[in-house]
């Protein structure tokens, strides 16, 4: 059973650019969380899929990110226009739909840097 | 709201040393749950354990142990003879229940703690 992934691992890109990162669940994971962690804070949450259904965007997403499940299994997040502070390491958790569990299980993490 | 504070920012012991890592949290659910995360130089968090609020027994794993209080709000985090692999950010995080049966975790700050030879 192979954990949470994202890729990619580490992204550098210009002010203004676009970019989108992966996140592939651990398999037959329904819910899936995004967070974003900026340096020395903890993650903090952004948006969560059932299945292929956005049930909850924090309003830390403004209208420049956008996330995607198409099919229920892995999930996008784009950043249009990115900002310098948009730099942060992005973060995608899963966990099964059953209710007796609620931890969350990590990814590695996209490391985003805006220059 | 739901807050999590962890207070110490960081913490710097020697090997074989037993270090306890606070958290103290706030929130007005009555059914919630308290995690513990480390979160190593790799980056990836690690799910350590999960505390239902309506659990008050103390839980201990090898060297691990939690101590919930809900008196104090207070869900301390014990490592008994520290080893340098327990080198790692430490993260308490609180979570109620949202209809739907989902639940996003608040994160305290995170505890850095560094374990020395």
């Known amino acids: 059973d192979t954990g949470v992934s994202q890729n990619p691992r580490h992204k550098i890109t210009k002010r203004g650019q676009n970019v989108t990162f992966r996140c592939d669940p651990i398999?037959?994971?329904?819910?899936l969380y995004w967070y974003r962690q900026t340096l020395g804070q903890g993650p903090e949450f952004l948006t969560y899929f059932q299945n292929e259904a956005q049930l909850e965007k924090s309003r830390l997403l403004s209208d420049r990110f956008s996330a995607e499940r198409p099919k229920g299994s892995f999930s996008t997040l784009e950043i249009q226009r990115t900002e310098q502070g948009d730099s942060a390491m992005y973060l995608c958790a899963s966990s099964p739909l059953d209710r007796l569990t609620y931890e969350q299980y990590f990814g590695p993490g996209t490391r985003l840097t805006v220059t | 709201a739901q807050k999590v504070t962890q207070a110490q920012t960081e913490i710097s012991v020697v090997e074989k040393e037993d270090v306890t890592l606070d958290c103290v949290y706030e929130?007005?659910?009555?059914?919630?749950?308290l995690f513990w995360y480390k979160q190593p130089p790799s980056g990836e968090l690690v799910f350590l354990i999960r505390?239902?609020?309506?659990?008050?027994q103390n839980e201990i794993s090898g060297r691990y142990s939690w101590n919930f209080q809900k008196s104090t709000s207070s869900f301390n985090f014990t490592i008994t003879a520290s080893q340098v692999v327990d080198s790692a950010v430490y993260f308490c995080a609180l979570s109620g229940i949202v209809s739907g049966g989902y639940n996003k975790l608040i994160f305290g700050a995170g505890t850095r703690l560094a374990v020395h030879p």
């Open positions: 398999s037959e994971h329904n819910r």
């Open positions: 929130t007005r659910d009555t059914t919630y749950y």
């Open positions: 505390r239902n609020s309506f659990d008050e």
